[in-house]
T-cell receptor, first 114, second 114 residues
Framework: AQSVTQLDSHVSVSEGTPVLLRCNYS??????LFWYVQHPNKGLQLLLK??????LVKGINGFEAEFKKSETSFHLTKPSAHMSDAAEYFC????????????FGKGTRLHILP | GAGVSQSPSNKVTEKGKDVELRCDPI?????LYWYRQSLGQGLEFLIY????????KSGLPSDRFSAERTGGSVSTLTIQRTQQEDSAVYLC????????????FGPGTRLTVL
């Protein structure tokens, strides 16, 4: 069975400081992992995805995530937060090479302090 | 090309009435998902269709909820005898069957049960 855990429901950082949103997964198979972002009153947008190539994945808006199999983690980071990064972020897991539903984490709301 | 579309964008109904929500996935996408997002909550998986396989209904909260996907394309989510706790944004997503698939989300239907 697959599962995904986002360890923080809310994260607050000051503008210009680093962002870390934590995600741990559980999967019986080699997974594909995704981060989605949802800005207020906007639709869900893919931020980045890992599908077995490089373990460090770069996404849009300066975000990146590192797949660490030994830690079963896929944390999302950004060196310097911007006010426009305030949004809800979802970590997602699915089996690779298999037909199966995609599992969303419960989300982390990122607050940017001026 | 066209993205995932959903209709209606907003639906207000009275408690006890039935509602139908429609999703038009991206052409050629074999997978279709329904999610529910309540105010301030993450995404709750409802149901998953993959090609001609039997749908995964494990997320449907009660037997008042059902969904169909006709001809492997358009899907309809039906909620019978609506309750106030059914009020939420209902999101539809579709994806292709390729290894590196990505979910593409529709704009959602905001359901309000009075």
């Amino acid at each position: 069975a697959q599962s995904v855990t986002q360890l923080d429901s809310h994260v607050s950082v000051s503008e210009g400081t680093p962002v870390l949103l934590r995600c741990n997964y559980s999967s019986s198979y080699s997974p594909s992992l995704f981060w989605y972002v949802q800005h207020p009153n906007k639709g869900l947008q893919l931020l980045l995805k890992y599908t077995s190539a490089a373990t460090l994945v770069k996404g849009i808006n300066g975000f990146e995530a590192e797949f660490k199999k030994s830690e079963t983690s896929f944390h999302l980071t950004k060196p310097s937060a911007h006010m426009s990064d305030a949004a809800e972020y979802f970590c997602v897991v699915r089996k690779r090479n298999r037909d199966d539903k995609i599992i969303f984490g419960k989300g982390t709301r990122l607050h940017i302090l001026p | 090309g066209a993205g995932v579309s959903q209709s209606p964008s907003n639906k207000v109904t009275e408690k006890g009435k039935d509602v139908e929500l429609r999703c038009d996935p991206i052409s050629g996408h074999t997978a279709l998902y329904w999610y529910r997002q309540s105010l301030g909550q993450g995404l709750e998986f409802l149901i998953y269709f993959q090609g001609n396989s039997a749908p995964d209904k494990s997320g449907l909260p009660s037997d008042r909820f059902s969904a169909e996907r006709t001809g492997g394309s358009v899907s309809t989510l039906t909620i019978q005898r609506t309750q106030q706790e059914d009020s939420a944004v209902y999101l539809c997503a579709s994806s292709s069957i390729t290894v590196s698939d990505t979910q593409y989300f529709g704009p959602g239907t905001r359901l309000t049960v009075l």
